[in-house]
């Protein structure tokens, strides 16, 4: 059980992550927040990766796929506070639940996870309540809109690199994401700087790093120690913090289709976690059929 719940504690880290970036681009540019959240997460994280050893950032395996899966970190997290800018909560968060359904489609071709058809049918199930909960609008068809689909296949694509990528530390992929998004904040900030106007807010762009950094440590171990596709539909979850956080912080009032929706939502979540334990279950009971 160790994968899924640290799934679940992992998404509860980016709700946080979100609402916070929510706030704080309100006010701030989208390149001072990402540099000062990445600030703030190396504070943490380079005694942690020195004390692992330069060893483990000069030979870290597969550097092509290392540098993909930098790049594709960095867009996810511009394109998520820049969709958050226009959009509410909620509506961006739905837009990244998308990323699950992208993982378990691919992950028989490219992880050679076995995905029998009841799976399936409950991620289609958790698809369909996202749609649910998803009224359209004709902000759907705007430019945030579409970054927001970009951003959430670029997070599905973080989330199967680290498959392959299960030797590299926790920390180590870490601190190469948080780098890369850091270099590209330093990049922009030159053209869209506002002064921090107190202390308080400073405190929070540095929560943000580090919240951010625990949620993506935190995925990372879950999807190794898990197969995607028991994982992977327990983003899901994120929806519903949505609706708390949005209630709480901006006054959305969660609808009908958005309670629908969510409850869809779980329920394939959990019914894909309890098929997979019942598979392990049987597995080790029954003695593989030779094909």
């Known amino acids: 059980m160790a994968g899924p719940a640290i799934m679940l504690l992992g998404m509860l880290m980016f709700a946080l992550n979100d609402t916070l970036g929510k706030w704080l681009v309100a006010s701030y540019g989208l390149g001072q927040v990402v540099l000062l959240r ?39 997290v511009f394109c998520f506070y820049y969709a958050v800018m226009y959009l509410p909560l909620a509506d961006v968060m739905t837009y990244w639940l998308a990323a699950p359904i992208y993982v378990a489609a691919l992950s028989p071709l490219l992880l050679a996870d ?13 698809f369909f309540g996202v749609i649910i909960t998803l009224e359209p609008s004709t902000a ?46 330093l990049f922009f900030v030159p053209f869209d ?32 120690i898990s197969d995607a596709a028991t994982v992977a539909p327990l983003q899901y979850t994120l929806l519903l913090w949505a609706v708390i956080f949005g209630w709480m912080f901006f006054g959305d009032v969660p609808r009908l289709s958005m309670i629908v929706g969510a409850a869809l939502i779980v329920a394939s979540g959990l019914f894909i976690f309890i098929r997979e334990q019942m598979l392990k279950k049987r597995d080790t009971v029954l003695p593989a059929i030779p094909e």
Request: charged content about 10%.
């Open 140 to 185: 759907m068809f705007t430019m945030p809109a579409v970054i927001s689909i970009i951003g959430s296949a670029a997070f599905a694509f973080m989330m199967i690199s680290g498959r392959f990528l299960r030797g590299t530390p926790d920390s180590t992929l870490v601190f190469f994401q948080v780098c890369g998004a850091g270099l590209a904040g």
């Open 193 to 224: 700087w506002s002064p921090i106007q107190s202390g308080f807010d400073l405190g929070l762009l540095a929560l943000l790093g580090i919240v951010s950094m625990a949620a993506h440590m935190l995925v990372n171990r879950a999807l190794k």
């Open 38 to 76: 990445s600030i703030a997460a190396l504070v943490i994280l380079v005694p942690i990766v020195w004390m692992a050893g330069l060893p483990a950032l000069t030979r870290a395996e597969r550097p092509w796929m290392q540098l993909a899966r930098v790049v594709c970190s960095t867009a996810e």
């Open 114 to 126: 076995k995905v029998g058809w009841r799976r399936w049918t409950a991620i289609a199930i958790g």
